[in-house]
């Protein structure tokens, strides 16, 4: 079946610092790659996605390249802010493992959290 | 952007008792949604998938006469702990999805917290 492994956390940067947030998964065929960001009290939103290998997903200063050889979709951001602290979820749906209706299979989230 | 919104946000029960928690997509109507439980420091663990009009889709492990899920509506899906116990306290999370594609975006509620006494 599908899987998703995140780096583990947490993660604590200044501000200013570049971020990398690995994510590594497990599907047959072609996914779909997701990483979702879930703010203090909040729920999760839609960060950044692609669809297909090679596609860079951007949002928000960051982004993530979906590399189908080495089965990645790193996040990344050049320069963080205090106002990016929260907890950080890649995810996947679809391939050829038969997940219907989009389903999300998640990574175990990582928590930045990025000091003045 | 699409706004999903659940109720209640917090809720605190007794041993035994049930409790509903309702999902609602507000501004746009959602053929398939999902409910998904999170433990503390824990990824998303998804638990069913509905979709408006026919039966939920439970995963493996998840029992289906526990976790009660009706999507009675395009907009309203609502999951029903029966005989909740401490061990089903934990933070509840639906999702909606205006389509059935595999990269439709799905939008997230907020999420509500339980606590079984």
């Known amino acids: 079946g599908n899987s998703v492994t995140q780096m583990e956390g947490p993660v604590t940067l200044s501000e200013e610092a570049f971020l990398t947030i690995n994510c590594t998964y497990t599907?047959?065929?072609?996914?779909?790659l997701f990483w979702y960001v879930q703010y203090p009290g909040e729920g999760l939103q839609l960060l950044l996605k692609?669809?297909?290998?090679?596609d860079k997903g951007s949002n928000k200063g960051f982004e993530a390249t979906y590399r189908k050889e080495t089965t990645s979709f790193h996040l990344e951001k050049g320069s963080v802010q205090v106002s990016d602290s929260a907890v950080y979820f890649c995810?996947?749906?679809?391939?050829?493992?038969?997940?219907?209706?989009?389903?999300?299979?998640f990574g175990q989230g990582t928590i930045l959290t990025v000091h003045p | 952007g699409a706004v999903v919104s659940q109720h209640p946000s917090r809720v605190i029960c007794k041993s035994g008792t049930s409790v509903k928690i309702e999902c609602r997509s507000l501004?746009?109507?959602?053929?398939?949604m999902f409910w998904y439980r999170q433990f503390p420091k824990q990824s998303l663990m998804l638990m069913a998938t509905?979709?408006?009009?026919?039966?939920?889709?439970?995963e493996q492990g998840v029992e289906k006469d526990k976790f009660l899920i009706n999507h009675a509506s395009l907009t309203l899906s609502t999951l029903t702990v029966t005989s909740a116990h401490p061990e089903d306290s934990s933070f509840y999370i639906c999702?909606?999805?205006?389509?059935?594609?595999?990269?439709?975006?799905?939008?997230f509620g907020p999420g509500t917290r339980l606590t079984v006494l």
């Open positions: 509905s979709n408006e009009g026919s039966k939920a889709t439970y």
């Open positions: 692609a669809t297909k290998a090679d």
């Open positions: 599907a047959t065929g072609y996914p779909s």
């Open positions: 999702s909606a999805k205006g389509g059935k594609g595999a990269t439709d975006t799905q939008y």
């Open positions: 501004d746009f109507q959602a053929t398939t």
């Open positions: 995810a996947l749906s679809g391939g050829a493992g038969g997940t219907s209706y989009g389903k999300l299979t």
